[in-house]
């Protein structure tokens, strides 16, 4: 049976998370625990792997293989706009 799991990302840096995912679903502000969080399916068959979740500011270049885009989060109303985005290692 699959199940959802939360790992804690970084703000504006690459961040590495590890498990049996099969997809990453999202990206979000966690307002009551004041972090910035990615839900990812987890999948008991699937093999540990590694994820590289990576965020790029509106108006920065991106790399031609970033993954697949995850979300947006606007932090400070605004002045700082984060895009994330996945991809398997």
């Known amino acids: 049976m699959k199940t959802i799991y939360k790992y804690k990302v970084n703000l504006l ?7 049996r995912i ?6 979000q502000y966690q307002q009551n625990t004041e972090q910035i969080v990615v839900w ?3 999948d008991p068959y699937e093999e ?3 994820w590289l979740i990576s965020s790029y500011g509106t108006g920065h270049a991106i ?3 970033v993954g697949d ?3 947006t989060i606007q932090f400070y109303t605004g002045e ?3 895009h ?3 991809m398997k290692l």
């Open 13 to 19: 840096d690459d961040t590495t998370i590890r498990g």
């Open 69 to 71: 885009y995850i979300g």
């Open 84 to 86: 994330y985005f996945a």
């Open 40 to 42: 990812a399916e987890i």
């Open 63 to 65: 790399p031609e293989d």
């Open 48 to 50: 540990e792997a590694d």
């Open 22 to 27: 099969s997809k990453v679903l999202t990206v």
């Open 80 to 82: 700082l706009v984060a």
